[in-house]
T-cell receptor, first 109, second 116 residues
Framework: SQKIEQNSEALNIQEGKTATLTCNYT??????LQWYRQDPGRGPVFLLL?????KEKRKERLKVTFDTTLKQSLFHITASQPADSATYLC????????FGAGTTVTVRA | GAVVSQHPSWVICKSGTSVKIECRSL??????MFWYRQFPKQSLMLMAT?????????EQGVEKDKFLINHASLTLSTLTVTSAHPEDSSFYIC????????????FGPGTRLTVL
């Protein structure tokens, strides 16, 4: 069966450190993979999209890698800030957008 | 970026009544709109995909007679939960895209439905 797993439900880090989130998938062949941020009681907000032929994508303090052999994406938040505290969702595009359950990141000041 | 609104943001209703949720793309024309449901601490689950002027495509296990979707224009889609029951209580989120494949989807803020 198809499955999207995000490494942990919660991640607590100190301000200034790098948060690394993992997204693993099975039985998908996505053309792209996306990362979204979701705050409590709100809809997801698009952050980054990476295509199957791209190894890495950056946007400001965010970096995403995509390894189609390992079937894994890593999402990094560098120089983390308390304002980065949120739930981060990975999502795969095949014929539809399928989401992982998310990892809740808490950045301590 | 593109803005998608939802109305209402929350609604409480009695069991057996119907509830309509609106999803609007405010500054772009959305050829495709998507409806998701999210239970606490769970991932978003796609319920249906709708293209303007045509019938919605429902995901397996979603009752099309219970969750009525209308996509009458390029800026408006509605989801009606008919004869709502407490198990329909959830967070309903719409998104809009400009292609069926959905390179990037723009999500609404969500609607919290509570059925008593």
């Amino acid at each position: 069966s198809q499955k999207i797993e995000q490494n942990s439900e919660a991640l607590n880090i100190q301000e200034g450190k790098t948060a690394t989130l993992t997204c693993n998938y099975t039985n998908y062949s996505p053309a792209y993979l996306q990362w979204y941020r979701q705050d409590p009681g709100r809809g997801p907000v698009f952050l980054l999209l990476i295509r199957e032929n791209e190894k890495e994508k950056r946007k400001e303090r965010l970096k995403v890698t995509f390894d189609t052999t390992l079937k894994q994406s890593l999402f990094h938040i560098t120089a983390s800030q308390p304002a980065d505290s949120a739930t981060y969702l990975c999502a795969l595009n095949d014929y539809k957008l399928s989401f992982g359950a998310g990892t809740t990141v808490t950045v301590r000041a | 970026g593109a803005v998608v609104s939802q109305h209402p943001s929350w609604v409480i209703c009695k069991s057996g009544t119907s509830v309509k949720i609106e999803c609007r793309s405010l500054d772009f024309q959305a050829t495709t709109m998507f409806w998701y449901r999210q239970f606490p601490k769970q991932s978003l689950m796609l319920m249906a995909t709708s293209n303007e002027g045509s019938k919605a495509t429902y995901e397996q296990g979603v009752e099309k007679d219970k969750f009525l979707i209308n996509h009458a224009s390029l800026t408006l889609s509605t989801l009606t939960v008919t004869s709502a029951h407490p198990e329909d209580s959830s967070f309903y989120i719409c998104s809009a895209g400009t292609s069926g494949r959905g390179d990037e989807q723009f999500f609404g803020p969500g609607t919290r439905l509570t059925v008593l």
